[in-house]
Nanobody, 119 residues
């Protein structure tokens, strides 16, 4: 199982970035996906979620209207479009795949990609 994030980098406040997460080693289309982030000294927080079919999404309050999560099941990829970035969005962003099957839970994380927003 692999989740490989890409697209992070340094951007000025007000700018945009698009993160990608390429999945392999499991059936991507049956997993719900999310993006989470962790800033230095802070706990990891989920910023966006999308169901396996892409029919429903959910965002943390501070990301609503600025971030958009999407997925392409044919490409085994989930995306996070981030607009109007703020310095407080600086963090390592992680891709997560999760599935619950009866009593079994499957939970996979990528290695993360750094996003730095300068003021």
């Amino acid at each position: 199982v692999q989740l490989v994030e890409s697209g992070g980098g340094l951007v000025q406040a007000g700018g945009s970035l698009r993160l990608s997460c390429l999945a392999s080693g499991f059936t991507f289309s049956i997993y719900d996906m999310s993006w989470a982030r962790q800033a230095p000294g802070k706990e990891r927080e989920v910023v966006a979620f999308i169901t396996n079919t892409g029919d429903r999404t959910h965002y943390a309050d501070s990301m609503k209207g600025r971030f958009t999560i999407s997925r392409d099941n044919a490409k085994n990829t989930v995306y996070l479009q981030m607009n109007s970035l703020k310095p407080e969005d600086t963090a390592v962003y992680y891709c997560n795949a999760r599935r619950v099957d009866g009593k079994n839970q499957y939970n996979y994380w990528g290695q993360g990609t750094q996003v730095t927003v300068s003021s």
